[in-house]
């Protein structure tokens, strides 16, 4: 059954199963039986994973006097590393508590690893900020936080924040949320200074004086609804804007949730030129289409836009040969007052930490995408990408146990009574799912774990 929200009593699990700390870094876990993946490795097979000390110990056979405290019986069952989401809005600062529930959902998703852009309220532009969510973060024994700083002071795009500052404080790289700034000037200095301190920017594709008020993709579809649109060129003149500054000042780049078709050729072709440059999706533009808004449901009220379906097709080619490098969960909890309103004045955004991997194991069953590949796009390419600790995303002797057990086949239902999350906003409520989390470990540390079927 499903994970439920609340603080269970003492030795005891709600219904589908609770994030939890009862166990110490120390303790030594045997995960055994389980079809074992890294797919940083490429290693799959049926084999035992052993923890020590926070630590993977072993694969295969145990260590010599290794003796288990618990052992986590994984038969029928994958064991892989803890997924790496590189886009989870997380609540804090803005909304005092939001952080501790967000953080059972990730664990409930089997996420280890997350990183909050810096579009919190006040943005992530002073140290003090950064510093208290990451403090926060180790308080709520959930998933390991990763902030990103903001590009420009409070976001506006007009003078850089304390880039450097921020970093020294703990921000693995800078973005700037929305759209560029409107001064281009900016945004090369901004490159400059971040290529001299060897600091990754990134940036979401957007050319604001181009989307304007837009709320739905351009094309027939929003043409009926009546919706304002945003066309394909906001984004592709955002794209040649990023890609000639980047020639310029030689800053790594990460493009942030593409969208269309013609973005993803450009970001293709940028690759092939030797750009350093990766780039990410939303899970929800891997599935969905502008016709999937249907009659207005504000549950399909995106940023970016859905678009047609040759961009899906787009993106679904672009991660198959690796244009598209991994696949985010752009998680975005948001009030049901903020939601349920017309269509074109709901809040962007969709809940997703839950469902990032039973939508990655649909996308990579109906495309006949091999399950190693798969998880790649959601373990250790983001973790590659986000090249803080490289043993994260990855299952090898060493390495910090971030792991997720789960069960590819078991059945779920998306609703409010199964999201673990204070947003219950999502486009596939009423969907029945694949793939469903038995226990996530951080460290070593059993921080979920789901009740025994019924």
């Known amino acids: 059954m499903s994970p439920t929200p609340g603080r269970p009593k003492e030795g005891s699990l709600p219904l589908g199963g609770t994030a939890r700390s ?11 039986n389980g079809r074992v993946i890294d797919p940083a490795t490429g290693f ?7 923890i020590a000390d926070g630590k993977i110990a072993a694969i295969g056979r145990a260590p010599e006097h290794f003796k288990a405290d618990r052992t986590l019986d994984a038969r029928g069952l994958i064991v892989a590393p803890g997924l790496v989401d590189l886009c989870a809005r997380l609540g804090e600062p803005g909304h005092e508590g939001a952080l501790k529930v967000e953080m059972k959902a990730a664990l409930a998703g089997g996420v280890t690893s997350v990183v909050c852009p810096p579009d919190t309220d006040p943005p992530l532009d002073e140290p003090g900020l950064v510093r208290m969510l990451r403090q926060r973060s180790r308080e709520s024994a959930g998933a390991r936080t990763y902030p990103l700083g903001a590009l420009t002071a409070a976001l506006k795009g007009e003078a850089l924040a304390e880039i450097k500052t921020l970093s020294e404080a703990g921000c693995v790289a800078f973005m700037q949320t929305r759209s560029l700034p409107h ?3 900016v945004l090369l200095q901004a490159m400059r200074y971040a290529k001299t301190f060897e600091l990754p920017v990134w940036l979401r594709p957007v050319e604001d004086t181009l989307a304007g008020s837009g709320v739905a993709g351009a094309g027939a579809v929003a043409g009926r609804l009546g919706l304002p ?3 394909v060129v ?3 003149v955002a794209l040649h804007t990023i890609f000639e500054l980047q020639r310029a000042t030689g800053a790594q780049i990460h ?7 013609e973005g993803i050729e450009l970001v293709r072709q940028a690759k092939r030129d030797g750009q350093l440059v ?4 939303a899970i929800h533009h891997v599935h969905l289409i502008d016709v999937d808004i249907g009659y207005f449901d504000p549950n399909f009220r995106l940023d970016p836009p859905l678009r047609g379906a040759r961009d899906r097709d787009a993106i679904v080619a672009g991660l198959a040969d690796g244009t598209i490098d991994i696949i985010c969960s752009d998680h975005a909890p948001i009030g049901e007052d903020d939601k349920l309103l017309p269509f074109g004045e709901a809040e962007p955004g969709a809940t997703a930490l839950e469902t990032l991997l039973s939508l990655t194991l649909k996308w990579a069953a109906e495309n006949n995408v091999p399950l190693v590949q798969a998880l790649s796009k959601i373990t250790s390419g983001p973790a590659e990408i986000l090249g803080k600790g490289s043993a994260k995303g990855r299952l090898t002797v060493g390495a910090k146990a971030d792991v997720v057990v789960f069960d590819p086949t078991a059945h779920w239902v998306v609703g409010v009574e199964t999201l673990v999350s204070a947003g219950k ?5 009423g969907y029945e799912l694949e793939g469903r989390v038995r226990y996530t470990l951080v460290g070593g540390e059993v921080r979920y774990e789901a009740a025994s079927p019924c």
């Open 22 to 32: 009862a166990q110490g870094a120390s303790t030594n876990i045997a995960i055994v």
């Open 44 to 50: 799959d097979q049926v084999a035992g994973v052993y």
């Open 183 to 185: 001064d281009n000037s």
């Open 229 to 231: 649109s945003v066309p």
């Open 234 to 236: 906001a984004e592709t």
């Open 255 to 261: 493009i942030c949730r593409l969208s269309s078709s």
């Open 278 to 281: 990766t780039a990410d999706v």
């Open 425 to 429: 906003n999502t486009p596939f409520a």
